[in-house]
């Protein structure tokens, strides 16, 4: 079914909100909302119905006008838009504060995207168990890739060595990685990188905080 | 200074760059670069140099063609027009494992973030000690904000009590969020509000994976 939706024609702005409207429509499907109109959920999630009605566009027109969608049918949609159809394996690379509480973080295992592995450099933290097995040298990380697949790598090393952790995370084979450094990397085209940039999320509220203040 | 920059004319799309500058103009800054041009930073960030041209126009004409924009000059205008110009109080309410990772988080007092107060329901955790005193009580949280100023809230709760904690945040007078909660919460309109939600970053990268192997 995912095959009908041509992917390639989703705009990349696109892909976050697809993944809101995922969460929402799991919600109303488990509180037993059979249709929605692009008008309430829009509501739900503070987004413009126009807007909504044009991101559904992309999944076909199963949407009817006074009747609204169908929520289950969007839900399994986007899912499998979303490459929700099938599980992803994720390693973590840096076993410090952050790297450990993602390790546990139950909101990555509920849409199957399992931690498989956590490398760190440091000798005070390999062998040590946060929960997804002991952690490896950095070193052994050719190796791991070689002997099981792994889609996806969480950067948390520190940001001066963000940058040779990714290359030998790339170097393995990783195609996809969540940068948690403060630091932003170069990737090869066929790798996929998205930065999470805590500090910078703060300035974003410290420049509207001080601008009130004006 | 900061007073010459009109923050209401950058529009909220820019500001996150603003922050990518900053810290790739501190670096410079730290290796002794003086100067340098739109073009060459664009190469250093990724971007297009017509972009970075147009950003740094709202902080007046100090690049000079040819010769480029003044380093520490360009670093501390962006630096005030981020709120920078002051350093600003976080209190994290939920100490589950992602909210002690944050405690500590080093990347935030770099900036003048600084974490003056940790929160959470479970008595479990109230009265231990992960870096910034003792776990208080939630119920603590209306006074401790009328005796010391709290500007943002960063809220590492369950995403099923997000909502009620960041109520309880604004009416303590808090006004600016930082959820981490994978839940989108309405607030007031005098309050900024920004979402971390990693589940939706790794959906990101797994759309792109899925598309490649179409």
Redesign the interface.
């Given at each position: 079914m995912?095959?009908n939706v041509d992917?390639?024609s989703?705009p990349a702005v696109t892909?976050?909100r697809?993944?809101?409207y995922?969460?929402?429509l799991r919600e109303l499907k488990a509180q037993g909302t059979a249709r929605i109109s692009s008008q309430h959920l829009a509501e739900l999630?503070?987004l413009n119905p126009a807007q909504i009605r044009k991101d559904f566009s992309y999944f076909g027109e199963f949407g009817t006008r006074g009747v609204g969608y169908e929520v289950q049918r969007l839900e399994e949609e986007i899912a499998k838009?979303?490459?929700?159809w099938?599980s992803?394996s994720?390693i973590i690379l840096g076993a410090g504060?952050?790297g450990?509480?993602?390790v546990?973080?139950r909101?990555?295992a509920?849409?199957q995207?399992n931690v498989v592995g956590v490398f760190d450099n440091s000798e005070h933290v390999i062998g040590a168990n946060y929960g997804a097995g002991r952690v490896r040298s950095v070193a052994e990380l050719e190796e791991f890739c070689a002997q099981q697949p792994v889609?996806?790598a969480m950067i948390t090393v520190p940001a001066a060595v963000a940058e040779e952790t990714i290359d030998k995370a790339v170097a393995a084979g990783v195609?996809?990685?969540?940068n948690f450094a403060?630091?932003?990397v170069?990737v090869p085209a066929?790798v996929?990188i998205?930065q999470?940039?805590?500090?910078?999320?703060?300035?974003?509220?410290?420049?509207?905080?001080?601008?009130?203040r004006?």
């Open positions: 995912a095959r992917k390639s989703v892909v976050p697809l993944a809101l995922l969460r929402k999630i503070d838009c979303l490459g929700l099938r992803w994720v504060k952050l450990r509480a993602l546990q973080y909101g990555f509920e849409y995207f889609d996806i195609r996809a990685v969540l403060p630091v932003k170069h066929d996929v998205r999470v940039d805590l500090s910078s999320e703060l300035m974003f509220l410290s420049f509207y905080l001080d601008r009130e004006e």
